[in-house]
């Protein structure tokens, strides 16, 4: 750790460190603040005066202002948009209530009045209107250092269901994507319809005007939505099946008009479909995939977001975050996914060491490549991609509330594991 992010932790409102003369005093106070996010976020101003000493030396005065003490989680670091786009990506799979992120805008790359428009764009690449993990509210703050070098951004979100519904839900259609999988192999044409028979056999659609309704884990446990929660139910159980998918939003046209509606896309043999599991739920056909051009009759889209081109692109940004490679420094506040800095001192530690032996935080790593956790009697079992593992109980060790493994029990788990540099590198394989 650095002397100046020792003393901001140590929170001193006033203390003087020594730099090399010649050093560009801002750009070396920048580089020590972004390299601690965590640190950034527990103040609220800084200033300095140099005064050189000699020729070879600089003393430096820092007056710095903190901010009420608060716990953020995890906080990232962020230089450019693919960062940025991690960055929410792992919010989202982590379901944070509070994403904090530190934006290095030495570059430029976010102009101060796109700051919104820019993680709402994010959140397209990873799955806002996917509606994955739905919420009914957020609020946006952002603040800067340096005539908008910095910025630091919160997102608080209000979701619709708790972190472990989710969880759950995704365990429970994992295993039905793995029994459509075994009745219907890789043929995406007979996955799609068989879904079509799963929810007229088991969901009614129904408007309470309750939340529940709009969810994916509403629909579940009442058997009953409306065209949201039916949507964002199917891409996930699409995906879990293997196959590419989104979730459109648009205009459909019903009993009253056209008004807002809710479906699906899904790539079959580099075609994408539109396929409206709501509009279906009711009718006799055998086959949901219109032909556009009929199904252009009752349903209004923006063409150019769900475009071929720009859902080919979106597809291919999901699966590179979905084989995030993940850097790893045992006993360390930090990690690296996809270059991004994630900050965890007001988290708990990722990777650590106990009695020589490397661990990792396993619930986390699952979470950070889209996976989720169930346990069964004596086992744990785990749901990445297409693949399922079963990790016996006492292969874990429960610290701090924590469970930890082994970090070679990766490798079972199919990720890919690496030494460099006496950091540890991950990388998912899974398909």
Known sequence: MNLLVENLKSRNGRFTMTIPARTDVQEWLELQLLSSPYVLTTISGISFQAIPS?????????????????????????????ELITAVSVSLKCHLP???????????????????????????????????????????????????????????????????????????????AQRIRENCGNNGHMIVNSIMKWFRENIEYKNTDQIADHSAVGLYKNKTAVCQGIAAYAYLLL???????????????G?????????????????????????????????????????RKVHRWDTARYSRQRSDELSTVRKTLNASVIILLPDEDYISVNGCLVDVTGYHRICKVANNTIYVSLLDIVNLYG????????????????????????????????????????????????????ALVLQNENG
């Not at 030396?57 to 007056?63: A, G, I, K, Q, R």
């Not at 995906?239 to 046209?253: D, M």
Request: aromatic content about 14%; hydrophobic content about 40%; charged content about 20%.
């Open 255 to 295: 009993g009253n008009g056209w008004g807002p509606h809710g479906w699906n896309m899904v790539n079959l043999n580099g075609v994408w479909h539109h396929i409206d599991y709501t509009f279906e739920l009711n009718s006799c056909r055998l086959n949901v995939i219109m032909n556009e051009q009929k199904f």
């Open 54 to 82: 000699g020729s070879n030396e600089l003393h430096v005065h820092f007056t710095v202002k903190y901010q009420q003490i608060r716990n953020p989680g995890m906080v990232f670091g962020a230089k450019d948009m693919f």
């Open 98 to 176: 509070q994403m904090v992120v530190v934006i290095d805008n030495r570059s430029g790359f976010v102009a101060e009045n796109q700051i919104v428009n820019q993680i709402r764009r994010c959140k397209e690449y990873v799955g806002e209107e996917l509606e994955i993990h739905q919420f009914n509210s957020s609020r946006f703050s952002w603040s800067s250092f340096f005539n908008n070098r910095i910025i630091i951004c919160t997102l608080e979100t209000n979701y619709f269901d708790t972190a472990k519904d989710v969880n759950d839900l995704s365990c429970i259609l994992a295993e039905q």
């Open 239 to 253: 995906s879990y099946c293997g196959l590419e998918a989104r979730y459109v939003s648009g205009e459909g046209e």
């Open 371 to 422: 996976g989720c956790s169930n346990l069964k009697g004596d086992s744990l079992y785990i749901y990445l991609g297409v693949h399922v593992y079963k990790i016996p109980f006492h292969q874990l060790i429960y610290h701090a509330g924590v469970w930890y493994i082994h970090v070679l029990w990766l490798k079972n788990l199919g990720i890919r594991l690496t030494i460099e540099s006496g």
